[in-house]
């Protein structure tokens, strides 16, 4: 199974909610990660896990807070955002947290903030 | 800050063509990745290229990789209406344990059936 599952596909959800996304991958990868895409630009990496440990969080604001439960799970809590975080979320995994190993995406969530 | 750059930014052929891209990037690298991306879903590895080499095959696809000169090339041969997507270049920056991916800006291509 070399498959990344990613829910819920769209959400739009107001500024003074709270939601979660989630992530899911059966490959025994041991590093997780959560990246942002704004239209017509590249992946921005938001948070790294490794070995179900954060290893990187890339200044994201902490209305973003990210949670690892096991090793096969990953998810980004989300509280306050704002329009300007509407974007598409994209987690992915890979053999281990090292740039040496190929990353597998999800297919993302699109998320609309009102 | 971004490692890759991609060129040229948007490429249109025919079905059939071959399609030339490139990449260049800044730092040293362990790594050189490709990724293709249709449109608003996630991104597809499509191969790797370790610093130590200097040309890969896969499948349509032919990467080479040019270390002195800082830069990458794929080739998608005999393109097909499906190879319609955006392609981004990704590097690892030749960092420790924690290396992480910074990708290009990455280059649309079209195919016209």
């Known amino acids: 199974d070399t498959e990344v599952t990613q829910t819920p596909k769209h959400l739009v959800m107001g500024m003074t909610n709270k939601k979660s996304l989630k992530c899911e991958q059966h490959?025994?990868?041991?590093?997780m990660y959560w990246y942002k895409q704004k239209a017509k630009k590249p992946p921005e990496l938001m948070f790294v896990y490794s070995y179900e440990k954060l290893s990187i969080n890339e200044s994201v604001p902490s209305r973003f807070s990210p949670e690892c439960p096991n090793s096969s799970l990953l998810n980004l809590h989300l509280h306050a955002l704002q329009p300007e975080d509407s974007a598409l979320y994209l987690c992915?995994?890979?053999?281990?947290?090292?740039?040496?190993?190929?990353?597998?995406f999800g297919p993302g969530t699109r998320l609309t903030v009102t | 800050s971004q490692q890759g750059e991609e060129d040229p930014q948007a490429l249109s052929i025919q079905e059939g063509e071959n399609a030339t891209m490139n990449c260049s990037y800044k730092t040293s690298i362990n790594n050189l990745q490709w990724y293709r991306q249709n449109s608003g879903r996630g991104l597809v590895h499509l191969i790797l290229i370790r610093s130590n080499e200097r040309e890969k095959h896969s499948g349509r696809l032919r990467v080479t990789l040019d270390t002195s000169k800082k830069s990458s090339s794929l080739l998608i041969t005999a393109s097909r209406a499906a190879d319609t997507a955006s392609y981004f270049c990704a590097t690892d920056g030749s960092g420790g344990a924690n290396s992480k991916l910074t990708f290009g800006k990455g280059i649309t291509l079209s195919v016209r059936p």
């Open positions: 992915a995994s890979s053999h281990s947290g090292m740039g040496n190993y190929e990353q597998y």
């Open positions: 490959m025994g990868h041991r590093a």
